[in-house]
């Protein structure tokens, strides 16, 4: 099973093949070019993680072995950055694990403390921004990391509580950019669709790493099992989604999207293809900032499982960082 140290060693590539990228390999190396045939990228398929590739491309025989011998992910996207499929490594046979995900008792208590650490993370990233003017939302989510913990609600009832804690999280993030609202999937405005898109490429690194392990993906504890949704992954994101949620927002005042090119088609608003490459490789800069601490909380989830200890030692998603 993959180490820390050699984990921290792993890279994420991403290639747009309607700028002209293309990907080969040379003996142990994949190497990424340009239109023009010149190299822009070289790495050791032992240090490769994962391979992002957006836009149409032409899958060997040869690619799809390396994956399967070096242990790297490959998830593919179209032009407009919609996942359409994943050839994704995976520990194979951990049946052990599974049983203990299918047999469990303590799901909503699980999804209790996961929602409970969102929205302690999510507090925090609000503290990062120190202006006075927040103080109130912070003790607002105060009040309901207490009720929390001092009370016992079922799924719905957790549900209910991250839904009012997200609506005051979002209004205080995003209040001077004319905020409207958190729509997942609707795209109703530029910073929705960004939230869309940066969430997606945490999902399919947190899926990555949980791979690593054999975790069934389907067996979630917060969000239930329904048809081809990977409920463990929508469960594990939860603490982890604030890292976008900031990265956008210095964008946003650093004016790093100022000349960004958004659309707008029925109703739902995209970015235009050149731009949507600059923002993937600034919110997967982020992520990998902190995934030391996406693999310790992944790593200490995994042994709490599988180790069968009680709920008072369920791990907590804590992210230290580079946030300036």
């Not at 079922?154 to 729509?183: C, H, V």
């Not at 707008?264 to 030391?292: R, T």
């Not at 709490?304 to 008072?312: A, L, N, Q, S, V």
Request: proline residues 2%; contains cysteine.
């Amino acid at each position: 099973m993959l180490t820390k140290p050699d984990f921290l060693e792993k890279k994420v590539i991403f290639i747009f093949t309607h700028q002209g990228e293309k990907i080969t390999f040379k003996n142990d190396n994949v190497v990424i070019k340009d239109k023009d045939g010149n190299i822009k990228f070289q790495l050791s398929c032992y240090n490769l993680f994962a391979l992002f590739i957006v836009g149409d491309i032409t899958l060997s025989s040869g690619i799809i072995s390396r994956s399967k011998k070096f242990g790297f992910s490959i998830i593919l996207f179209t032009q407009s950055f919609k996942l359409y499929t994943a050839i994704s490594f995976t520990l194979e046979g951990n049946f052990l694990l599974h049983e203990k995900q299918y047999c469990t008792n303590l799901s909503n208590d699980i999804a209790k403390r996961i929602i409970l650490n969102k929205i302690i993370n999510q507090r925090d990233f609000l503290k990062k921004l120190r202006k006075k003017e927040l103080k109130e939302g912070i003790a607002k989510l105060n009040e309901t990391i207490e009720k929390l913990e001092k009370s016992e609600y079922d799924n719905y009832g957790i549900m209910g509580l991250e839904g009012t804690s997200a609506k005051i999280y979002f209004n205080r993030m995003f209040e001077p950019f004319n905020w409207q609202g958190r729509q997942p999937r609707v795209k109703r405005d530029e910073i929705n669709l960004l939230l869309d898109i940066g969430y997606t490429v945490l999902f399919n690194y947190i899926e990555a790493v949980l791979n690593i392990y054999g975790f069934d993906l389907y067996k979630g504890n917060l969000h239930r099992e329904f048809y081809k949704r990977k409920s463990l992954v929508c469960d594990i994101i939860e603490p982890f989604r604030p890292i976008v949620d900031y990265k956008i927002r210095k964008m946003i005042n650093l004016q790093q999207m100022k000349d960004y090119k958004f659309t707008k088609y029925k109703e739902q608003y995209q970015l235009d293809w050149k731009d949507s490459s600059h923002f993937i490789g600034e919110i997967l800069s982020e992520i990998m900032s902190y995934k030391s601490d996406i693999f310790d909380f992944i790593q200490q989830y995994y042994r709490w499982f599988m180790k069968g200890e009680d709920i008072t030692k369920f791990p907590k998603a804590v992210l230290k960082g580079d946030i300036n």
